[in-house]
Every structure is written in structure tokens, then in C-alpha cells.
């Protein structure tokens, strides 16, 4: 597995030997290895993450967030699967302590079903987040209310509901702590075989030599970081950002992402703190964490180019500066004429991160590239919604792999077809 963002298990915390490797599947991601090794512990799988800190890891720069708030049907099942995963599925992925160990390697991921909260105002947002319930509902996930604006005021009292509806889900959504995911899933995936190497892959051959090349991220014994080839029968790239510096013609760029932690002095009449995440007509959203709260919306089309960031090179530090002028300019003024307790809003901190954008349609990209000669699985391009689809994307990738078709949640949809053809699969609740 090429890559370990949000979608596989990539903390390289075992560095294997520098020498000549061969390995049936090579994954770049947590969550594919996982249910790979789950599905056939007899397989050898390793996985590459160039980042064993996670500090530039969208997932752990992300609010962590899970909804089944979306426009495509695919996306919905995904996420009720995910809400499955959180409730269940991690727990028993990481099983019991071994006998060499006192603890399980699970770590509660405390997913708190605060809901979400997606609000439209009349016309055809209103009507585009209708037809979008109607399918939620459809496709399961019943547990999403629709409100109009008596009942938004009723529930919401905080909430300025003045022109606008809303759909509110009632369990099955909420945020969670996406570190101690990463970590579950990583060491799950350690316990079953997998192995991690820490280094970055900088070319991939599936087509002819079935050979990717690793920069390691440790020197060498000379001071040097000396490339290393490893071959395999199968890889799948889940890069995230990163995607496209190995596979050119995907359409999956980095877009710089700034959470704010902010907080208000009118308590009496703010929300609480474990309000919903809301998201308000404009785009921008908030939502409660522990005492205070996080916001942030998508910058507008024509400022959201790719950032100058050279993975190579520097750090976190050069490539997340935080854009405060997004703050004063977009998300401050539309959540105090939403919420207006949230007036008198005062930054407490803030950071950044990056969406792995798929600029086509805004959806993943999962499937075998068609220039691979089937060896080259493609799991990328979440644009924001990564984390809560990766245990979804891993099974069916796995699935994929193993089974040659999808068992459970048809993606076939996703694959890069669309991307040949232009033909855009939309997905319009990004935010």
C-alpha cells in the first residue's frame, strides 16, 4: 500500500530492513492492509508511510467528522458503515489482548453522536437537500429528520432559523477522535503480519516491472537515504494529497483546509458544547468540542489553487499556515448572523490541513487504473470525507483484491472510468 493517510494503516512504525523485498500486495493505506490481512492472514502485505509522525496526516488535522449527510447513494452507505465500524467493527478488529500483552491494542475512538446538522435555504438548496434526504432515508439511514423552520427554532433555540430548513441526524453522526482510529487500525493490522516500511515511494511500475522505488526516511549508515526497490504482485495507492506525484493522471490535488477553535462570553444564549455540527447555508460550519468549539468553511473556487508544498522538503510548519483572513472574512461574519451569541466569537488557536481533492466531481476514485494490467488499485480523492470512508473503501478494496468484484457496497460507480471520459459523478455536500 502506497501512502498512509486517512483511508489505510500507514503509521510506519517498524522500519523493515533496507535490502531487495518482494511482497504480494504493496499498500499505502491503513485501513485496505487491515481488512486484506482480516480477510487473508496468509498473504504478506506491507505498507509505506512517509510521515510516521502523522504530522502532516490529513486525518489527524481533520474535525473528525461522520455523516451520512450526502448527495450520493454510495457515499451514504459508506458512512452508515463507518458508524458501524466506530460502534463495533474497530473494537473487534483489534481483538483481544495476545499472550504476550496486558492491554488490546484498541483505543476508544469516544465517537460522541452529537448529529449533524445541514441547513438550506429556500429554493433549490432546499430542494436539493430534500431530494438528498429522500435517498439517505431510502438507502437506511431513516435516523435523519427533516425540520423545517418552526421546528428548527424549537429544537435549535440558539439558532437564528429565520428562511431556512434543515435535516438532522438523530444518531449514527457526529465527530470522533481520529488519532486513536489510526492507531487501532495500525496496530491491528501489525498484530495480523502486515509489515511497515517508513519511507517515501517516489516511483511506481505496475504495468511492466510490478517494482515501486522507497526513499527511507531514516539515513542510512552513510548519512544518505539510499533507494530501495521493492517488488509486488499487487499495489494500491491511497497517497491522499500525494496521489498524483505518482500517478500523474489522476485528478487529485492538495487544497489547504484551517480549522479555527473559537469560543463566545455569551454563554446564555450559545449553543452548547455539544451542539451538533452545523453547517449553515453559506457553507460555513461549527460544531462543540469538550469547552469551546471548532469552525471553518472551503475558501471560494477562485482562491482555492494547490498550495506550493514540496513533500520533499521542510514541514508542517512551511505548508499549514493558517489563512486568519479567511476567519474575518467568510466564517465569522456568516455564524454571528447565524448563531448570534457567536458575535462576540474570539480565536483561540487554529491549523491547517489538506483535502485530497478530486477536482473532477469531488468524489473518490476507487478501482484498478486501466493502465495497470489490474495491478494498480486506486482508493484516493476523498476530498474530505476520507477518514469516515475508510473502513467502507478498505473493505471493498480488499473485496476487490481478493474476490475480483464488490461484495457489499457496489462502488463500481467510482472507479476511473469517469475520469477517461469526463463524465462527473457530483457529490455536492462538500464543504
Known amino acids: ?44 502485505v506491507c505498507v509505506v508511510e512517509q510521515d510516521p509522525s502523522y504530522a502532516s496526516c490529513s486525518a489527524t488535522r481533520s474535525a473528525g467528522g461522520l455523516r451520512q449527510q450526502f448527495g450520493l447513494r454510495e457515499n451514504v452507505l459508506l458512512s452508515m458503515y463507518g458508524a458501524e465500524w466506530l460502534h463495533s467493527g474497530l473494537a473487534q478488529a483489534a481483538g483481544p489482548p495476545s499472550a504476550d500483552e496486558e492491554d488490546s491494542c484498541y483505543c476508544d475512538p469516544c465517537f460522541r453522536e452529537c448529529g449533524y446538522l445541514t441547513l438550506a435555504k429556500p429554493g433549490a438548496q432546499a430542494d436539493a437537500l430534500k431530494s438528498a434526504h429522500s435517498m439517505q432515508v431510502d438507502a437506511g439511514a431513516e435516523w435523519i429528520t427533516w425540520l423545517d423552520s418552526d421546528a428548527l427554532a424549537a429544537r435549535f433555540p440558539w439558532l437564528d432559523s429565520t428562511h431556512c430548513v434543515g435535516t438532522f441526524g438523530e444518531r449514527n453522526e457526529g465527530y470522533f477522535d481520529a488519532w486513536s482510529v489510526l492507531k487501532t487500525t495500525m496496530d491491528a493490522a501489525k498484530r495480523r503480519g502486515v509489515h511497515y516500511i517508513s519511507g517515501r515511494c517516489d516511483a511506481i511500475d505496475a504495468r511492466t516491472e510490478q517494482r515501486a522505488r522507497i526513499v527511507p526516511s531514516n539515513d542510512d549508515d552513510d548519512g544518505g537515504k539510499t533507494p530501495h526497490s521493492i517488488s509486488f504482485g499487487r499495489a494500491v495507492l491511497a497517497a491522499g494529497a500525494y496521489s498524483r506525484t505518482l500517478v500523474p493522471s489522476i485528478p487529485v490535488a492538495p487544497r489547504k483546509r484551517c480549522i479555527f477553535v473559537v469560543d463566545t462570553d455569551q454563554r446564555d444564549t450559545a449553543p452548547p458544547y455539544d451542539a451538533p455540527l452545523t453547517i449553515d447555508v453559506t457553507g460555513t460550519y461549527f460544531r462543540g468540542d469538550c469547552s469551546r468549539f471548532l469552525c471553518g468553511v472551503s475558501p471560494d473556487a477562485s482562491a482555492d489553487a494547490d498550495p506550493d508544498v514540496d513533500t520533499t522538503a521542510g514541514g508542517p510548519d512551511e505548508w499549514f499556515g493558517v489563512d486568519y483572513g479567511l476567519f474575518d472574512d467568510k466564517v465569522w461574519p456568516a455564524l454571528a448572523e447565524r448563531v448570534p451569541a457567536f458575535e462576540s466569537l474570539k480565536v483561540q488557536a487554529a491549523w491547517a490541513g489538506f483535502y485530497e481533492l478530486n477536482t473532477l466531481d469531488h468524489n473518490g476514485i476507487v478501482g484498478f487504473h486501466p493502465d495497470s494490467g489490474d495491478r494498480l488499485i486506486l482508493a484516493t480523492g476523498f476530498s474530505g470525507h476520507g477518514l469516515q470512508h475508510a473502513p467502507g473503501v478498505g473493505r471493498a478494496v480488499s473485496e476487490l483484491i481478493l474476490a475480483g468484484k464488490y461484495e457489499t457496497i457496489d462502488l463500481s460507480r467510482l472507479g476511473f472510468e469517469r475520469v477517461l471520459t469526463q463524465t462527473p459523478l457530483e457529490e455536492y455536500a462538500i464543504y
Open 1 to 44: 500500500v502506497v501512502g498512509g493517510g486517512v483511508v489505510g494503516s500507514s503509521v510506519a512504525i517498524s522500519v523493515v530492513p533496507w535490502r531487495e523485498s518482494s511482497y504480494p500486495f504493496i499498500v499505502v493505506t491503513r485501513q485496505v492492509a487491515l481488512h486484506v490481512a482480516m480477510r487473508a492472514p496468509e498473504l504478506e
